[in-house]
């Protein structure tokens, strides 16, 4: 008996890791028929550190399959939304604006996580999704199906500690790639 479960919790171990391992090698990018393999595809990605000078707010930057235009930043205070609908900060948001276009051929998915935050100090903090939906509930710059030419508007909101001087965003087309930067100041 204990070495059929012994057995069984192998085979679901081994299971689970190629499920792993085909999954992130379904989303390491990179456009279909490119001629590189999938191998070195994730090595190219961890390669593409952002670059140090970056472009400014209102300046476009494509990355991927979107295009990025911050225009705006500022401290959003501890509480976002309208009640009943509304989001407490573990310390105070920061939120940017965005312009996000499409810049592809196919509709694209855009996920708030794939822009980080970057302060002075160089930590990074992820998008708050549900406070970007409450703060802008028109506006669905959290999570939106992108139709190539097409862009979208809205704020992305980022929970920080009370005094993080924000200096830039990291933006990416997908959640695994270390993105590029713009900068907010």
Known sequence: MLRS?????????????????????????????????????????????????????????????????????????????????????????????????????SAATFLSNYVKLKDATGKTYDADPTASLYASPNQQAWVAAINPGNTLTGPILFDVPAGTQPTSVLVSDNAFSGGKEIRLQ
Do not use: H, W
């Open 5 to 105: 479960i012994a057995r069984t919790t192998t085979i679901l171990a081994a299971t689970v890791a190629v499920a792993g391992l085909t999954l992130t090698g379904c989303s390491a990018g990179g456009a279909a028929g490119s001629g590189s393999g999938g191998a070195t595809e994730p090595a190219r990605s961890a390669a593409a550190a952002p670059t140090s000078a970056g472009v400014g707010l209102n300046t476009p930057l494509t990355v991927g399959t979107f295009t990025y235009t911050a225009t705006a930043m500022k401290d959003a205070g501890p509480t976002v939304g309208s009640a009943p609908l509304t989001q407490t900060a573990q310390g105070t948001y920061i939120e940017v604006d965005f312009t996000i276009a499409n810049a592809g051929n």
